[in-house]
């Protein structure tokens, strides 16, 4: 049986971000994911957890500066010493909220840049990250984001995260599987799912092409949560979609799984 967590960054917008752990507690989720955690110190963060008896299972190292174009530091050349503050600022969030894994977010290649010279300082800094995070049993994430979503973010593909995570080659070291940028780039999302079973860590779902419920679209996700369950994935599959109206309005799709 799937095992959902709500995403707090895109689901219960109608809330206050504090409040929307309460929202989720109460429409039945027993773990949450988002973005970004550092608008608040972890004690706040940790007292909500607790509060609704809810398990943190996933969030990102900081994005850098957004307004500037960037979505991550760490393939960025010449910025290692701020990604891996990021690094360092992330692993102290992760030992206060409990959470097993973090996606280190890469970065944005501009058009004419060396892709090589961005991802060997992606390969450092993960490394250097993977050696952080190990001492406490923490997973490390790399996703890959779909060119219409997120233009000339470093990897597209699947497969690129996928040969990533080889070259990193730490332990701790695995891929992300959001089938919303998956299924953009690269289809066939049950090869992928069945190929790489082991490879990734997280999953995360939304409707195709419009990014909603997951109960429209073009993907079959009951058809896919089957087969998940068939190659014994054991993790968290987070709901990273745009809701249609207001969040609780759109979860009769998840009712089946959350009793």
Known sequence: MPKFAANLSTQF??????DRFGAAAKAGFRAVEFLFPYDYPAEVIKAELDKHQLKLVLFNTAPGDVQAGEWGLSAVPGREAQARADIDRALEYALAL???QVHVMA??????ADRGAYEAALIGNLRYAAGCFAPHGINLLLEALNPVTKPNYLYASQYQ???MAARIDRPNVFT???LFHAQRVDGNLSHL????AGRYRHIQIASVPDRREPDEGEISYPYLFNLLDEVGYDGWIGC???P???TEAGLGWIAPYLN
Do not use: K
């Open 240 to 242: 990273e979609y745009i």
């Open 193 to 196: 799912i069945r190929e790489y």
């Open 244 to 246: 249609r109206g207001r």
């Open 98 to 100: 409990n959470c097993p």
């Open 107 to 112: 970065g944005v290649v501009p058009p004419g």
């Open 176 to 178: 992300q599987l959001d």
């Open 13 to 18: 917008n109608e809330y206050a971000f504090p």
């Open 161 to 163: 995260t996928l040969e």
